[in-house]
């Protein structure tokens, strides 16, 4: 299953890079492709703050000095002063300052012109730094999903590189698209919006037959790889175990090393011998102890049954690779096919028209060269798809209620055991009832007061 | 049923959409159109071929009982007995929360073939007792591209009763063979002079005793009359009361008072089989949920581990039913031990031990305190530590009390922790061994 994932991963790459291109190229005529977009936009949001910051500390400086002055606004010497000495000396200097401001009304009136001239260069920028920001998200999930084999990352780059068509659509750029819709198949076929979508179409459904052929055939591979882990685990945590009961064993008794079970039950007892009582060294030794236990009950089960190893790693239910093969092409291409006709003739009001014969009021009405004559046939035809699959289950009958099954002998001894509770409770309620009712007539006579009485008596009374 | 991945398809697909309707732009549009109908348009033949009734799931497991702390393989075979494939198929089997999966997964999920099978098996193992139920197997199919799944819970279950733990007995037996070795003192049978194998020495002779017991030589030597005396070996007869009210539930999981009491009394019942004395249980709460009379029968452990194996802490202690019960299904004397947390009012306990003195028994109560089952008192912030210290207090005073008003008639309150439970129990069993309380 690893190569056919392999040939899957390839053109999932191939169909990713020749998208990505195409909208690479499509959108090149607007000029976006600056690659100091992403600097110039953080050069510029960094002017922005630098100058929002500049007003600010001037005004508050001026403010608290007035303040301690009477109401008198500072000298102009004092103000330019500050603003050339301490301000001047950052190192992003202020957007759109470039001489000493000597007064308050001055850096105002910069502030009030500058800010505007700075937003609109952020928006321009904003937008610049957007398209390269998405084709770097779109990029960085491609490259995870062909790694780490999740739809997420699949679904993520799809959007993200279309998301850079949607934007460059609200600038009002030049953008693919396909306007007027064609009529003829052939021709619609050949567009270049349509080898964009096809493409874009055809690099979401590669990646989840990617993403398909990985899960069907991993988990047998990594059940395989995970036993394998586990028993050498355990393998190497009972060698460790004897390593250290030798080690225990010379040090204490000097018995022979070779005897590792001798040794560990020695140990154990030693241990125990030691320790009783003391919680945390019992559990550790449990703990070794189930190790050690694990282990035989492994050795025991592999050496008496020649299918547990396949059965726990479920060799005999990986699937052959020339089966996906040969199902992911034609499958792809069906649905291909399906869904690209489907699609033309909804999108179509052509195709539409003659179909339907609609009114020529209708044919000729300026909604049909709309976008949004395709939701009218497309919610429709999409329900159509559900209910259908509906109905066949329904007439199949697939959704099967589960019912817990319980043989007779289950339900009677159920029942029985029902039955035994309710009547032992019965008993030791009335028995219950009985000791009161005794109780009760004995409570006022005085020689009916025994010692167990005064016992308990006494008991409350301290 | 959409998948994740299915919405996701369905969010990329109206994003396309709206923003095609917004820009007037047909391409967007168009590949909304593709997400749209590529997610729905397979869903009818998916819907033809996911017939989820032909997949049969069965699971085998190696025994239905087993001991706390063993190990169990549980085996599933998933069968495809329809005429069609399933692309894509998870079957997840699923095991009790407390249980461990120890090797293996529990859950495959692969490719199955019209009439074919597939078999997976993994490791468990069982942690605490009681009874469990292994199941049920949620079966989900998915299509190709896994944007639609259909699922089926298969609720067939498997049911395995845990005994409790045997690593005491374990332990226990590690202690035997010190005292092979002459590391310990080990129990001890009770011996009474009478009739027996066993030489226990002379004593002088009285008018009445049999002329067969005369020791001539030893009668010549001394010049009076001696007799030989034998040893008779005795054993006692003990029964178990453990209380599993709700109280006693409390404490750490899997570190309750009940576990330890349940301990202590497969511990007992063990040693007492060794010795061939003869051990009963009752387990109690508002009713008797279990007694098992005292007995050497071969599966007499098995009895007591089953009763024990389904005790659960509810309900209160009703120290006169049970008590009511035992008597009446047990003639011979005994020595009565409890183990009970005596957080219940004290007249019902002393009116039990009134009837159970009455008939003749020997008591003793092995009571775990409550707080020294419960989270250390380093762990509280100070305002808990106050309160628990308190709470402490008031139950200490309270059993104190108790304890004097049955030391009256002799029986003894033993007030244990986690650390010293089951020492107690082996120390009282060997005490009751030396002095010969209830032979028979």
Known sequence: ?462 | MITQRGFVVVFAGVLLLTSGFSFVNFYLVLLGVYCVIGLVVTLPLFAMTANLAGIEVDRQIDKVKLFSGDFLRVRVTIRNVSRRHFDFIEVHDQYPETWILAIGENFIASRIEPGSSMIFSYILQARMRGRYFLGPTEVIMRDRLGLHYYKRILKEQTEVLVYPTWKDVRRLDSFAKQRQLGLMFGAHRTKTVGMGTDFAGFREYVPGDEFRLIDWKASAKRGDMVVKQWEQEKNVQIICMVDTSGSMGNGYPENTKLEYAIRAAVLLTHMGLERKDLVGTCVFSDIVNGYVPPGTRPNHMYDVLEVLAMAEPKGWSDYESAIAHVVTQSKKRSFIIWLTDLEESPAPLLNAMKTLVANGHKSIVISPFGPWFEAPVGQFGPVEKVLSEAVSEELWERRNKIARALSRFGINVINVGPEDFLPTIIKTYEQAKQRGVATF
């Open chain 1, 1 to 462: 299953m690893k190569v056919v994932t392999w040939i899957l991963r390839i053109a999932s790459i191939a169909t990713f890079a020749y998208m990505a291109y195409l909208v690479y190229s499509i959108l090149n005529p607007n000029d976006i492709w600056h690659w100091d977009a992403p600097y110039s936009f953080v050069v510029t949001v960094f002017r922005l703050l630098s100058l929002i910051v500049f007003f600010l500390a001037t005004t508050m400086v001026s403010g608290l000095a007035s303040a301690f002055t009477g109401g008198v606004l500072p000298e102009n010497v004092i103000v330019g002063l500050y603003n050339t000495l301490i301000l001047r000396t950052w190192y992003m200097q202020p957007y759109g300052v470039a001489d000493p401001l000597t007064n308050i009304q001055q850096v105002w009136a910069s502030f009030q012109m500058n800010l505007s001239n700075v937003i609109l260069a952020l928006w321009n920028n904003t937008f610049l730094f957007l398209y390269f920001l998405c084709a770097g998200i779109g990029i960085a999930l491609f490259l995870q999903s062909l790694v780490r084999m999740d739809h997420k990352f699949v679904g993520g780059a799809f959007i993200s590189i279309q998301a850079i068509v949607i934007l460059a659509a609200f600038r009002a750029l030049i953008v693919p698209d396909i306007a007027p819709f064609p009529a003829d198949f052939m021709e619609f076929l050949l567009t270049q919006g349509q080898i964009l979508a096809l493409v874009s179409f055809a690099y979401l459904e590669v990646s989840y037959q990617m993403i398909y052929s990985a899960s069907v055939g991993k988990p047998v591979e990594d059940r395989e790889e995970t036993l394998k882990k586990q028993l050498l685990a355990l393998r190497q945590a009972t060698r460790k175990q004897d390593a250290i009961e030798r080690g225990e064993k010379v040090s204490t008794t000097g018995m022979s090393r070779s005897t590792g079970a001798t040794a560990f039950s020695f140990l154990r007892e030693a241990m125990e011998r030691k320790v009783l009582g003391s919680q945390s060294a019992l559990e550790s030794l449990d703990a070794v102890s189930d190790v050690r236990r694990l282990q035989i009950y492994v050795d025991d089960l592999l050496l008496s049954d020649s299918r547990a190893r396949d059965e726990l790693t479920a060799k005999a239910a990986a699937p052959s690779s020339s089966y996906v093969i040969g199902s992911t092409i034609t499958g792809s291409a069906i649905r291909f096919l399906t869904v690209v006709a489907v699609s033309f003739i909804l999108m179509s009001p052509n195709v539409i028209r003659m179909i339907l014969n609609l009114p020529i009021g209708i044919e000729n009405s300026v909604e049909m060269l709309q976008p949004e004559i395709v939701v009218l046939f497309l919610v429709p035809i999409v329900g159509l798809f559900p209910f259908t699959a509906a109905v066949i289950s329904w007439v199949s009958r697939r959704e099967v209620v589960e019912k817990e099954k319980l043989s007779e002998e289950e339900k009677d001894a159920a029942k029985k055991r029902k039955k035994d509770l309710a009547q032992k409770r019965r008993e030791t309620e009335k028995a219950r009832r009985a000791r009161a009712k005794v109780r009760k007539a004995r409570k006022g006579i005085e020689s009916e007061v025994d010692e167990w009485d005064r016992a308990l008596e006494d008991t409350f009374k301290r």
